[in-house]
């Protein structure tokens, strides 16, 4: 399937999902209740999705790899808030578990992606360096 949209992207659903996760285990009786806390791991929740859509939009390899990194550091910031609320009790070591495993699974892909993205933009200079190479040669 060829992607035309950020919203085809697995690692943008994946996002979502655990935008979602991560709104649902705020809402819990403890965690809501911490204001700050709750409103800081849901925005850097939010920003992951939300960066791998604003750097698909680049249309720029380079660009669009930035954003992914963003995404990435915002979703080791979730991970590293799911620590401080089963450090307070605020979830359950299963809730952790499940969304420490989805934060695990996005950072995966992002890394995967961006991996991809720059070995494309290797692969594409090359190719332009072949082609430089076979049109000087043919000069002669």
Do not use: C, P
């Amino acid at each position: 399937m060829k992607v035309k949209t950020f919203e085809d992207l697995q690692v943008w659903q994946d996002a979502r999902t655990f935008v979602k996760s991560i709104y649902e285990l705020t809402s819990l009786e403890n965690f809501r209740k911490d204001y700050d806390l709750k409103d800081q791991i849901q925005r850097a929740a939010v920003s992951i999705m939300n960066n791998i859509a604003e750097g698909f939009e680049t249309d720029n390899n380079k660009e669009f790899r930035n954003f992914l990194g963003y995404a990435k550091g915002s979703a080791g910031e979730v991970r590293s808030m799911l620590f401080v609320a089963i450090d307070l009790n605020y979830i359950s070591k299963d809730k952790f578990d499940e969304n420490y495993k989805q934060a695990i699974n996005v950072i995966t892909q992002i890394s995967n992606f961006k991996k991809y993205l720059h070995n494309y933009a290797v692969k594409e200079k090359v190719n332009k360096m072949k082609m430089f190479i076979i049109h000087l040669l043919s000069i002669n």
